[in-house]
T-cell receptor
C-alpha cells in the first residue's frame, strides 16, 4: 500500500518568512496530492491540491510543487502570517478508476507550523 | 448550512462496551470515510464508502465496523473497544472519491477507552 512521509514534524518561523513542508510517497499509482490545514479543535480543511499532470500550482501565498520522478511534493507558504499557524497534512491518492485503492487517501504524519509575530 | 456532523463529540467508555459514533452529511455526497488521528501518526483511514451499500477497508480497519444503509449516514461501530482505540476520530464526505472532489471533514469525536 501507499506510504507517505512528511517533514518536518514541527516548523517555527517569523511572520513574513516563508515556510516549506515536504512529503514523499511510495506508490507510483498515486497521482492526486492534496494538502490540508487543521486548526485547533477543528477538522482538516483542504487548502490546495495538485494532480500528476501538473508540476506546480499556486493560489495566492500558497504553492505546491510535485516531482513525480522523485516521488515527492512540497507545500510553500510565502509571507507567513500568525493565522497560518496550524497543523498541515499532505496526502496521496490514486486517481485511476477501478483499482483496488480507488477510494483510499493516505496522509502524512503532519507538520505543526507556528508563525511568531 | 452544508456540513458533516458527528455525535458524540466526546466519549469516555470502558473496554468491551459496544459503541457507535454517528456521522451525517447534508450535501448529498456519495463518498464518506472515517479516519483516526493519533499524535505522530497523522490521519489514518479506517473505512470508506463509495455509495450506499458499498464499503471498503482503509489502512486500519481492525476492530471497527461500518454500514451505509442511507446516503447521508455512515456510522462507525466499535463492537468491543480496547484502550488502543483511544483516539480522535473524523468523518469526511465528498461528492465523489477524494481524488476528484473536495473532501469535507466533520468536527471530530474524541474517544477514550479505559
Amino acid at each position: 500500500g501507499e506510504n507517505v512521509e512528511q517533514h518536518p514534524s514541527t516548523l517555527s518561523v517569523q511572520e513574513g518568512d516563508s515556510a516549506v513542508i515536504k512529503c514523499t510517497y511510495s506508490d507510483s499509482a498515486s497521482n492526486y496530492f492534496p494538502w490540508y490545514k487543521q486548526e485547533l479543535g477543528k477538522g482538516p480543511q483542504l487548502i490546495i491540491d495538485i494532480r500528476s499532470n501538473v508540476g506546480e500550482k499556486k493560489d495566492q501565498r500558497i504553492a505546491v510543487t510535485l516531482n513525480k520522478t522523485a516521488k515527492h511534493f512540497s507545500l510553500h507558504i510565502t509571507e507567513t502570517q500568525p493565522e497560518d499557524s496550524a497543523v498541515y497534512f499532505c496526502a496521496a491518492s490514486p486517481a485511476n478508476a477501478g483499482g483496488t485503492s480507488y477510494g483510499k487517501l493516505t496522509f502524512g504524519q503532519g507538520t505543526i507550523l507556528t508563525v511568531h509575530p | 448550512e452544508a456540513q458533516v456532523t458527528q455525535n458524540p463529540r466526546y466519549l469516555i467508555t470502558v473496554t468491551g462496551k459496544k459503541l457507535t459514533v454517528t456521522c451525517s452529511q447534508n450535501m448529498n455526497h456519495e463518498y464518506m470515510s472515517w479516519y483516526r488521528q493519533d499524535p505522530g501518526l497523522g490521519l489514518r483511514q479506517i473505512y470508506y464508502s463509495m455509495n450506499v451499500e458499498a464499503t471498503d477497508k482503509g489502512d486500519v480497519p481492525e476492530g471497527y465496523k461500518v454500514s451505509r444503509k442511507e446516503k447521508r449516514n455512515f456510522p462507525l461501530i466499535l463492537e468491543s473497544p480496547s484502550p488502543n482505540q483511544t483516539s480522535l476520530y473524523f468523518c469526511a464526505s465528498s461528492l465523489s472519491r477524494p481524488a476528484t472532489t473536495t473532501q469535507y471533514f466533520g468536527p471530530g469525536t474524541r474517544l477514550t477507552v479505559l
